[in-house]
């Protein structure tokens, strides 16, 4: 992580993106599914489709609550927040690892 991405603050986004930050910790492992992006910001209505994995007979390691504490924001979280604002408006899904962004799909609307 570099020295800029250490600086973003949770405190410091707007409330969707503390959102989308708290369902990504809370999913654990996972995915969000048809989450609009409007203004290159997640946007919860319609809400998304979230789908948990779990591992059954594996040693529980449920993830901690993010609450209301501030903290900064792990780079894979920057990097997301990046790509949603290039993306502008689309409809996406997030692949969710360790409660953190793995992978991005966009679905993006084409015209001509």
């Known amino acids: 992580m570099n020295s800029t991405n250490a600086q973003v603050r949770k405190a ?6 503390q959102r989308l930050i708290a369902m990504m910790h809370r999913i654990g492992f996972g995915r969000i599914e048809s989450l609009s992006v409007s203004a290159g910001r997640p946007v919860f209505d319609p809400p998304p489709r979230v789908i948990r994995e779990v591992r059954l007979g594996a040693e529980s390691s449920s993830p ?4 209301d504490a501030d903290f900064a924001v792990k780079s894979a979280v920057v990097d997301l927040l990046a790509e949603l ?5 689309a409809t996406v899904a997030i692949e969710v690892r360790h409660g953190l962004p793995a992978r991005l799909i966009v679905e993006e609307v084409t015209h001509g």
């Open 12 to 17: 410091s986004l707007d409330e969707g993106s």
């Open 85 to 89: 604002a290039v993306v502008g408006v």
């Open 64 to 67: 901690k609550r993010v609450g």
